[in-house]
């Protein structure tokens, strides 16, 4: 846990975003996903990738926009942890099953993403108490090591994306 909140809060000291500054700075989100999307690529041109033996267990991320405009913020955050406290586990379990060194730096650059977007949202908070695990978003099971990488570039392009769009509507006046 200590090593996650230092890893944290390096990454925050790098330049990388406070809160207000990610939800109030749209080319910062654009950034993550110029990055989610050359993470695919680079992950893509990995030799031999292996199929894993072991299914990882990924979150569905598509959404009817017109559902999640309808949603709170609240409920939005819970959902996008969700889906990344999902997509991190998948994360880790593919690093135990990947040694190729492409395929492990790719996945270990990934983790840092996903986690820091997991930290992150986290420190957003409403009425509603401090996030806690155990939710079950709607999930399928993958082989490919480019799945993960594909539903976290789906991720920050669709929910977190629009999440942000609709925090700084409120909070970047």
């Known amino acids: 846990g200590l090593l996650l909140l230092t890893s944290f809060f390096l990454h925050l ?21 110029g990055e989610a999307k050359e993470m695919e690529k680079r992950a893509g041109q990995c030799q031999a990738l292996p199929t894993l033996s072991c299914p990882m267990v990924l979150p569905l991320v598509d ?18 942890l969700c889906d990344l406290a999902l997509l991190v586990g998948a994360v880790v379990g593919a690093q135990g099953q990947v040694t190729q060194e492409c395929g492990a730096r790719q996945l270990n650059q990934l983790y840092q993403h996903a986690n820091f977007f997991l930290l992150l949202l986290q420190t957003f908070s409403w009425e509603v108490g401090p996030w806690q695990p155990g939710c079950s978003p709607r999930s399928t099971e993958q082989i490919q090591v480019t799945s993960i990488f594909l539903t976290y570039r789906q991720l920050v392009q669709g929910k977190l994306r629009f999440f942000l769009h609709d925090l700084a509507k409120d909070l970047c006046k």
């Open 63 to 80: 959404f009817s926009l017109q559902q999640w405009k309808s949603k709170s913020h609240e409920t939005k955050q819970q959902e996008i």
């Open 13 to 33: 000291e790098e330049g990388r975003a406070s809160p207000t500054r990610l939800v109030c700075d749209s080319r910062l989100i654009q950034k993550y996903i």
